[in-house]
């Protein structure tokens, strides 16, 4: 059975939310499909109890901690104890230090951390050999994004060797992203279908409150802008099969498929632009005056054209050109 662990709320001891903004994500994380959300010792402070939903791991400094702070699913700690309910961190750097692990075959419970450079070599052999090195021990993978791989090596552990993996929303901590991993796995075998994933956005909005940091447009899964086209080709193939260029309905990650103006658009976007905002479209030679005004100024101002911009613009080309 496959667990995630997303590890978020570990990342923010400097600049931690509000007790509600804590439990808002929490809840968000459960509801998009993450197994189990880890906290760090000053994250569960702030909360001040654990929400009865969920199950909850405690980031510790000492073994002693757990004692002194009951009630948590699992503990996670850098210090070697075979325990019960304790998660024993390892990092590994680099493939080639995997054998190290042969020495702790006697943890119940192990996340390896690190792991960037798996996706250079034969990244499917060191996963195996991981699974031989450790044949009775459950293995959590958290990989590092060093290369921009984190994300697709903790697919592919979940897909061909493990069960758990460790991420952290939009990739914080240098870690796979919770969303991608999340939206991957639905593709691939319809893991957890049934989870709402259209609370992306608000999950999205949330997050750069607590962090203070914006997430970029070109993030995938949960970037504003990632189903905007320019290409009036792609958007005719979008209306007309929308499979050709989108992995999954916008709508279902609380997106929309929408068409924008730029400098790499053609005759054939601005014609459905003008449709889309129920304009008269002109003459072709008038498309063509309007297109070249459009690359004119979008290329001067290195960005697309908002609706009203759009609009304006068309108006004051056709108005010139009737005169």
């Not at 929400?51 to 400094?61: K, M, T, V």
């Not at 601005?270 to 449709?275: Q, T």
């Not at 030679?285 to 297109?291: A, G, I, R, S």
């Amino acid at each position: 059975m496959i667990r995630i662990i997303d590890n978020t709320l570990t990342g923010f001891d400097g600049n931690l939310p509000s007790k509600e903004e804590l439990q808002r994500f929490c809840k968000l994380l459960f509801t998009i499909g993450v197994d189990a959300v880890e906290l760090s010792m000053a994250a569960y402070e702030k909360l001040e109890k654990l929400p009865e939903e969920g199950n909850y791991i405690l980031q510790i400094d000492y073994v002693d901690d757990m004692r002194k702070y009951p009630g948590f699913y699992r503990y996670t700690c850098r210090f070697e104890q075979n325990m019960e309910h304790m998660i024993h961190e390892v990092q590994i750097n680099d493939a080639r230090e995997i054998v190290r692990l042969r020495a702790l075959q006697h943890c119940k419970e192990i996340r390896i951390i690190g792991l960037d450079d798996l996706m250079s070599g034969t990244y499917e052999k060191s996963m195996h050999e991981i699974k031989k090195l450790l044949p009775n021990s459950r293995i959590n993978l958290c990989p590092e994004n060093t290369f921009h791989c984190a994300s697709a090596l903790a697919v592919q552990w979940l897909l061909q060797c493990g069960s758990d993996v460790t991420t952290s929303f939009a990739g914080l901590k240098n870690n796979a992203a919770t969303e991608e991993i999340i939206m991957a796995l639905r593709l691939a075998v319809r893991h957890k279908p049934n989870r709402d994933l259209t609370i992306f956005p608000d999950l999205t909005r949330l997050f750069e409150a607590i962090s203070g940091s914006r997430i970029s447009n070109k993030k995938p899964v949960i970037g504003r802008d990632i189903f905007k086209v320019e290409a009036g080709i792609h958007a005719d193939g979008i209306l007309k099969n929308p499979a050709t260029y989108e992995a999954y309905a916008p709508s279902c990650v609380g997106g929309r498929s929408e068409l924008v103006i730029g400098k790499h658009s053609g005759t054939k976007a601005i014609k459905l632009k003008l449709g889309e905002l129920q304009l008269n479209i002109p003459t072709e030679e008038t498309v063509m005056k309007l297109l070249e005004a459009v690359k004119d100024i979008c290329t001067e101002y290195r960005s697309s054209l908002k609706d009203d911009e759009f609009a304006r613009l068309a108006a004051e080309v056709i108005a010139h050109e009737r005169n």
